[in-house]
């Protein structure tokens, strides 16, 4: 059972038109959160997330704020306007993300380094360093997510494991450094989820299809199940919880057993 979040917190999650993070949005919802604060650069799918969180709740305050948070400007915005409606934040989850088509690093010219650490990086950064105040004031949290990729090399994906390394380096400084004013921050790592984002990032179908068949075998828990959006939502939601409150600088895998997996 996942521990109850107050009604009175507000709740942060970026990247939330889609995968994780809608899902975990919707998640705070139905473990009691009333106040949510939703943004990616997608209209549309913010509403759909809005729609499911009412359907969890009707008493539920979803708020959407629409940005692209490699923006400075709009991480102001996003903060200014949540502070604005809500007066406070408790929870911050950095979800946003994203990926390029791998290759090896001659593939991988400096600009499109610039764009994943953009996305990845930079923007988790600049919007925390605007909610710390906000989250010292609050004794709150934070949850990052980085993914397996920050822990174990995946091959043509040079770009994404670094950011996502990066991400969890982060996370322990963060820990090291904000407990002394009460915030927590923790990371999660999920292992491959299928739920769009690689076709988002433009596998085809066909390499899904593919993909599905080697998780089978490479993430050996629960029989080699494929990991859903439910699975990482739900230890999100736990982190940002008070039943973790002695839980803080440590990297959470979700990955199906797949960095015990070892073949010989």
């Known amino acids: 059972m996942i521990a109850a979040i107050g009604a009175n917190k507000v709740v942060l999650v970026t990247g939330s038109s889609s995968g994780f993070g809608a899902a975990t949005a919707v998640k705070f919802v139905e473990k009691g959160a009333r106040k949510v604060v939703i943004t990616a650069r997608g209209l549309e799918g913010l509403e759909d997330t809005k729609q499911r969180c009412l ?3 009707e008493d539920a ?6 940005g692209d948070l490699t923006k400075t400007e709009d991480c102001d915005n996003l903060v200014n306007k949540t502070i604005n409606k809500f007066g406070r934040i408790d929870v911050l989850v950095n979800n946003a ?4 088509l791998g290759g090896p690093i001659t593939s991988q010219d400096v600009e499109k380094y610039d764009v994943m650490f ?4 930079r923007a988790v950064y600049y919007l925390t ?15 990052n997510i980085s993914s397996i990729a920050g822990s174990i090399p995946i091959q043509n994906c040079i770009l994404y494991c670094m950011t996502k390394s990066a991400i969890e380096m982060f996370t322990k400084c963060l820990a090291a450094d904000e407990g002394v004013h009460g915030v927590r921050a923790n990371c ?20 899904v299809e593919g993909l599905k068949e080697r998780v089978k075998v490479s993430h050996p828990g629960n029989g080699g199940r494929l990991g859903e959006n439910e699975d990482v939502s739900k230890v999100i939601v736990f982190l940002a919880s008070n039943e973790a409150s002695f839980v803080t600088g440590q990297i959470n895998l979700v990955d199906g057993g797949f960095s015990c997996y070892n073949p010989i």
């Open 97 to 100: 993300g994203a990926n390029i």
């Open 129 to 143: 360093y605007l909610c710390i105040p906000y989250l010292r004031a609050t004794r709150g949290n934070i949850v």
């Open 118 to 121: 953009s996305i990845n990086v």
């Open 55 to 57: 359907e969890a709740s």
């Open 188 to 207: 999660v790592a999920p292992g491959v989820i299928l739920n769009g984002f690689h076709q988002r990032f433009g596998m085809s179908d066909d390499d």
């Open 61 to 66: 305050d979803v708020f959407i704020v629409k």
